[in-house]
């Protein structure tokens, strides 16, 4: 995950880079879809559940002792292993396409050749291109196995309001 002096990196050379603009893809539910290795389980206080939650997946039929057990397949939030599967997975997926984790800088990936840069955080990328087609080729890339939503003005990052001004030459 990319940290933010990384994302004020990457805009400070998407401003220094000639050409270069900024976009956010979103990869839709990654993190929570990825699949665990095996399953987990976990067991919660039915009194501590909102109400609406137990009616809406009818947990009252499935206490035992005051307590609501779960069987968890793939990644949740605060699951210690789930980041490390989403990161596994998205990884070797992403390599059959010539991207890769800068060695020495966490959250930041880089193409064998083209210009690109992108930042990772959770399953937000910001991505820094020049031209186009190199932008597509990550978004074709992620869209084989992910749904993605795209914001090519680049106006929303990691929480972040991001403005960017046309350059005046």
Do not use: M
Request: proline share 4%; hydrophobic share 40%.
């Amino acid at each position: 995950t990319g940290s933010l002096e990384l994302i004020k990196l990457i805009a400070n050379n998407v401003l220094s880079t000639p050409d270069a603009k900024f976009a956010c893809f979103d990869i839709k539910n990654f993190y929570l879809g990825t699949p665990l290795d095996r399953p987990e389980y976990v067991h919660i206080q039915i009194s501590v559940i909102p109400q609406e939650f137990i009616d809406e997946y009818n947990l009252t039929e499935y206490v035992h002792g005051g307590w609501v057990y779960f069987e968890i397949t793939n990644g949740v939030y605060g699951l210690k292993q789930a980041g490390k599967f989403a990161n596994d997975l998205l990884t070797e997926r992403l390599a059959a396409h010539g991207y890769y984790h800068c060695p020495t800088t966490a959250g930041l990936w880089r193409h064998k050749w083209r210009p690109i840069l992108c930042v990772l955080i959770v399953d937000d990328f910001g991505l820094q291109y020049v031209n186009r087609r190199h932008a597509d080729h990550l978004l074709q890339a992620l869209q084989q196995h992910c749904i993605v939503t795209t914001d090519w003005s680049g106006s929303k990052f990691a929480g972040i309001d991001l403005a960017w001004t046309p350059s005046l030459d």
